[in-house]
Every structure is written in structure tokens, then in C-alpha cells.
């Protein structure tokens, strides 16, 4: 489309109330347009790495062309200063990355903002630890990658499915999904921890039955609050029996590992809240579908 307005950019209302906001959209309806899209995008996915040695190359050229800079007088600090900015803005020429992109990195300023933290979660690790307890084949079950640790002396393998699997006996209330948003594994010294156990308490209420209201003399209005009583005392025995999902805001605190966890000595876990909850990012092989691919996998 010919744009006739230089100071308007193009809209479609659909795209706009889609999105709810500022769109900058083309229509590509050539195939020599959308070819040059496609070219454009793959260069820059695909854009590799400088080589070491042009880096280096580049940082000498720097300090051949400011050798007065070396020897100025001003501090070690201002000239730092000067030569990582003239060092950034000729590897951002060679890279063809922008300047405040790299300033951005180096200052340590995330390249995005959402309103979410996300944390990754490999499914199929979870998968091949509990087909394990049947004797299928081994078509779906993945090679697991633990990470090795030293740990009083010996070497040991700690997994993020044994994390799971020994997690606190006040946690097991918790699905695997609630675990990976609201769970974090921290590491205490001796003496942060028993503070920490210490400090734990548990408050209990009893419960104590309603008795019936006998002073009331006529003998009808006595035995229909008897049975009131009674069904109401039963409704809250079903209820106790049936399962509920716990409250992510009555679970916030940190808990113990159990005994047959590695790293039960010298980890925990913490609790987060619903509202500062992580939102899984499952990588690996594709997840299974009911509609599609193997039914008895799913």
C-alpha cells in the first residue's frame, strides 16, 4: 500500500484491536518483497560470531590510535572510561549490533520487561523417572543430564526430579506444575538453617462441635436443630476426606528436604507466593497431544 500521509503510519483495525496497540505493518504482496523479508530475518538470526582474533585486532587498533589517551594525565578511571566506549563502538560496527544494545549489556540492563519470571522445565526428565516404575520399552524414555556435585567429600548427582521427589513433607500437597512455579532450591549454611528450622511453628485449630440449643421447650424446634447439627457435623466429615488444593499464600515459608534428598543438609526450599509465582517455559521434545501422534505415550 502507498503510504499519502507522511506524518500517519499505515494501520488495518483489525491488527489494532487485536493487539491494543501501535503496529508498524507492511503487506508484502510480491514475492520479490517477501523474499527480501526472509533474507533480511535469516542474516540476522543466523549472524555469526566475531572470530577471536578480530577482536583482538580491533581492541589493539584502539590503543594504537590513543596512545596520547595512555599517556594523559587524567585517571585510571576516566581512561578506562574512554577506552571500553571507543572499545564498544568499533566492536558494534564489526558486529553490526547497535551501540545501546551493548551499552545496555554491559551496564547490565535486561533487554526485555515483562510482568512474569519464567523458569525453564525439562518434562521429560519427570516422564523417564516414573515409567521407570514399569517395565516399558525404552522408545520415550530420555537420557536424564544431572549435574555433579562435590558434597562432604564424594562426588554426587543432583537432579531437579529428586528435587521433587524428596521435596518437604509439608509441600507434597503440591502438583509438579505448582512446584515449578512456586518452589526455589537455596542453599544455607549450618547455622542459617536450624535459625530457620527453629523459627518454624505450626498452629493448629480445634474444631469444636456446636451443641445443640436445648432451650428451646417446644420438642419439634428441639429435634430439627438436633438434625441440623448432625448433618452439618457430617457435611464436615466429607469435606475433611475430599481433596483440596492447598492455598499457594498458607504454603509461603521455607521447608527442609526430606532425609533421602543429596542435598538435605545443606539446601531448602522456599515457597513463593501466588503472586510472585514463575511461569514454566517446558523445553525438550514436543509435548504429547490426545488428538495427535502416540495416544498411548500421551
Not at 535469516?42 to 595512555?70: G, M
Not at 523417564?128 to 544431572?146: C, F, L, P, Q
Amino acid at each position: 500500500l502507498r503510504k499519502l500521509e507522511a506524518w500517519i503510519n499505515t494501520f488495518t483495525p483489525l491488527l489494532t484491536y487485536l493487539f491494543q496497540c501501535n503496529t508498524d505493518v507492511t503487506s508484502l504482496r510480491s514475492g520479490t518483497a517477501i523474499k527480501a523479508v526472509i533474507s533480511y530475518v535469516s542474516d540476522y538470526v543466523t549472524k555469526p560470531a566475531l572470530k577471536t582474533h578480530v577482536i583482538f585486532e580491533a581492541i589493539r587498533s584502539v590503543f594504537e590510535r590513543n596512545v596520547k589517551l595512555l599517556s594523559s594525565g587524567e585517571t585510571r578511571k576516566e581512561k578506562a572510561r574512554k577506552l571500553i566506549a571507543k572499545i564498544v563502538n568499533v566492536l558494534g560496527v564489526k558486529m553490526e549490533i547497535g551501540s545501546p544494545f551493548i551499552y545496555s549489556y554491559l551496564l547490565g540492563i535486561p533487554d526485555h520487561y515483562t510482568n512474569k519470571k519464567f523458569v525453564v522445565c525439562f518434562w521429560q526428565n519427570y516422564v523417564s523417572y516414573i515409567r521407570k516404575a514399569w517395565n516399558h520399552d525404552d522408545t520415550h524414555i530420555a537420557s536424564e543430564k544431572v549435574l555433579i556435585r562435590k558434597h562432604k567429600g564424594s562426588l554426587i548427582g543432583v537432579s531437579v526430579v529428586e528435587d521433587y521427589a524428596y521435596r518437604p513433607d509439608e509441600l507434597t500437597c503440591l502438583s509438579l506444575y505448582d512446584w515449578i512455579c512456586l518452589s526455589e532450591k537455596i542453599s544455607l549454611i549450618h547455622a542459617q538453617m536450624k535459625k530457620n528450622l527453629s523459627g518454624m511453628t505450626y498452629l493448629y485449630q480445634d474444631e469444636t462441635p456446636v451443641a445443640p440449643d436445648d432451650t428451646n421447650d417446644d420438642i419439634t424446634d428441639s429435634l430439627a436443630k438436633e438434625f441440623s447439627n448432625a448433618f452439618r457435623e457430617l457435611g464436615d466429615i466429607i469435606e475433611a476426606f475430599q481433596p483440596r488444593k492447598p492455598d499457594p499464600e498458607s504454603l509461603k515459608g521455607s521447608y527442609s528436604f526430606q532425609k533421602e534428598h543429596p542435598l538435605s543438609s545443606t539446601h531448602h526450599v522456599v515457597c513463593r507466593g501466588i503472586l510472585k509465582a514463575y511461569v514454566p517455559n517446558f523445553v525438550g521434545s514436543v509435548l504429547p497431544r490426545h488428538d495427535h501422534g502416540d495416544n498411548e505415550y500421551y
